[in-house]
């Protein structure tokens, strides 16, 4: 495996649901990223995970909430969603240079997630 | 508010021709820009990277330069093919939150043999 694998691809559920995001990064990154992409806005970062710390939640609602176990594994754990939060999902990742600073990101192929 | 523009929103060309898309941001205080590719429905790879004190960067037939000044960007591509087709994405960072980077929308290529 290379790059960042994101799973599943497809993921449909009820808005009562519990389902969960996967993600893997196998570059030896140490910066981890969720971002969400709506039909005709611009990508949204979501929230930002730096040495397996959280450094970043953009006002995000509680109904997502992330986990990052170590720097190689990012999960977005999901409940009681909204058809509104339909979107796709992107993993990415890059090397933080030690200064905060955000190098190259690398993506996944995204998760596509459908709330009924 | 800092924002990223891009035009056209869609282009359609005829294979084999040079094109060049446009990205323009409001805030020329950037840390560093990158160009993405997005085919339908997939994630998003990584075409260039081009930081602050650079001018321009190339690989094959992608060059992408950088006029901070001007707060412009723009992408060549040369003797476009079929499989250029995709959506193009600039994306800005300007060094405050870790990987924050302001996305513009888009620009959606269509190649025709």
């Known amino acids: 495996e290379t790059g960042v694998t994101q799973t599943p691809r497809h993921l449909v559920m009820g808005m009562t649901n519990k389902k969960s995001l996967k993600c893997e990064q196998h570059?030896?990154?140490?910066?981890m990223y969720w971002y969400k992409q709506s039909a005709k806005k611009p990508l949204e970062l979501m929230f930002v995970?730096?040495?397996?710390?959280?450094?970043e939640n953009n006002s995000v609602p509680s109904r997502f909430s992330p986990e990052c176990p170590n720097s190689s594994h990012l999960f977005l754990h999901l409940h009681t969603l909204q058809p509104e939060d339909s979107a796709l999902y992107l993993c990415?990742?890059?090397?933080?240079?030690?200064?905060?600073?955000?190098?190259?990101?690398?993506f996944g192929e995204g998760s596509r997630l459908t709330v009924l | 508010k800092q924002e990223v523009t891009q035009i056209p929103a869609a282009l359609s060309v005829p294979e084999g021709e040079n094109l060049v898309l446009n990205c323009s941001f409001t805030?020329?205080?950037?840390?560093?820009l990158q160009w993405f590719r997005q085919d339908p429905g997939k994630g998003l790879t990584s075409l260039l990277l081009?930081?602050?004190?650079?001018r321009e960067q190339t690989s094959g037939r992608l060059n992408a330069s950088l006029d901070k000044s001007s707060g412009r960007s723009t992408l060549y591509i040369a003797a476009s093919q079929p499989g250029d087709s995709a959506t193009y994405l600039c994306?800005?960072?300007?060094?405050?939150?870790?990987?924050?980077?302001?996305f513009g929308k888009g620009t959606k290529l269509s190649v025709k043999p």
């Open positions: 570059l030896g990154h140490n910066a």
């Open positions: 805030d020329s205080a950037i840390y560093n």
């Open positions: 990415a990742s890059s090397q933080d240079r030690g200064t905060g600073r955000t190098g190259e990101l690398f």
């Open positions: 995970y730096s040495l397996e710390e959280r450094v």
């Open positions: 081009i930081q602050s004190s650079q």
């Open positions: 994306a800005v960072y300007y060094g405050g939150s870790q990987g924050n980077l302001i």
